[in-house]
């Protein structure tokens, strides 16, 4: 088991190292720079995380907290950010490239690069490199920010459980981290699609409401178990209803809010406007009101019972 433990942590970190070298690799193409190689030394800190990690808790993660996962952030967002920067800036100077709307498409990109001397395996050994630089920029994007969203759920799961956090409790974490996944995605697509030409800032904006989004797979704390406080004698509302409230924290200051801010930016500001941003625009504000609606319940069912067992003694 111990041995299981140490290749899931293994193979997690791997994983990221990988799709952040992927994430590198592409913006030294965009860029035509090899320079930017440099930040593969980003990757180094997982190895030394790695390392301790395997010597010190047996590749264990944290129950509050995951370093693999920040050190995974800090490695590939900078590439994020450097693409989605550098596409807007020349989303009209872009070259002839291939867009991956359909397997149709996959064939003819496939197709176009093979010879008669050639084989399919060939193909893909000798020319992978050139199959992936035909790929559009947006495509690209697309792609790293969909398995970027996976390998956070993904190596949640991989890594081995921290002290004091339970399979269930996992569970419950990753079937939250997918709606979130979803959610993230679906902002940034939407919202960076909506960007004119001339608000270079308001890329800067979606992108950092975006990165701040991301801290959401940092830690467990939506599914605290409060039985541990309650055990120690603790009877404060955030003892009681943990999950609840760090799941209605999160919304209000990490996703929702943020989420609502920029949309409202978007609408009032820039005077974008059409029927999906309108919608997401309504769905982040009654997802707030809820939030807020569900809070007040639960402090006022809290006050209720404390009066309660205070008539009670």
Not at 36 to 53: A, D, H, Q, R, Y
Not at 70 to 82: A, G, H, Q, R, Y
Request: net charge neutral.
């Amino acid at each position: 088991m111990m041995i299981l433990k140490c290749i899931c942590a293994i193979v997690t970190r791997v994983l990221f190292i990988i799709l952040s070298l992927i994430g590198i690799w592409r913006v030294t193409q965009v860029k035509d720079d090899n320079r930017f190689w440099c930040l593969s030394l980003l990757c180094l800190l997982l190895v030394v995380e790695m390392i301790v990690s395997l010597r010190r808790r047996k590749g264990k993660d944290y129950r509050w907290f995951s370093p693999a996962i920040l050190l995974f952030l800090i490695t590939i967002i900078p590439s994020m950010w450097i693409l989605e920067i550098d596409h807007q800036q020349n989303r009209n100077n872009d070259p002839q490239c291939v867009k991956l709307h359909s397997w149709e498409d996959v064939k003819n990109m496939i197709s176009s690069n093979e010879t008669a001397a050639n084989g399919m395996l060939h193909i893909i050994s000798m020319n992978a490199g050139k199959l992936a630089s035909s790929v559009c920029a947006d495509d690209w994007i697309l792609g790293l920010h969909q398995f970027l969203l996976i390998l956070l759920i993904l190596g949640k799961w991989l890594l081995p459980l921290g002290g004091g956090v339970t399979r269930d409790e996992l569970s419950q974490q990753l079937l939250i981290f997918v709606g979130t996944a979803a959610d993230i995605l679906e902002f940034t697509n939407e919202t960076l699609s909506d960007v004119k030409e001339n608000s270079p800032e308001l890329v800067y904006i979606i992108l950092a409401v975006w990165t701040w989004s991301t801290l959401q797979f940092l830690h467990q704390l939506a599914v605290v178990s409060p039985e541990e406080s309650l055990e120690a004698g603790s009877d404060s509302l955030l003892s009681r209803r943990s999950t609840d409230v760090w799941s209605i924290m999160e919304s209000l200051f990490i996703q929702d809010g943020p989420f609502l801010v920029v949309r409202l930016v978007v609408l009032i500001h820039y005077e974008i406007f059409h029927l999906m941003l309108l919608f997401f625009t309504l769905k982040n504000s009654l997802a707030l009101i809820l939030n807020l609606y569900r809070l007040y319940v639960i402090y006022h069912d809290y006050k209720r019972k404390s009066n309660i067992r205070n008539n009670y003694f």
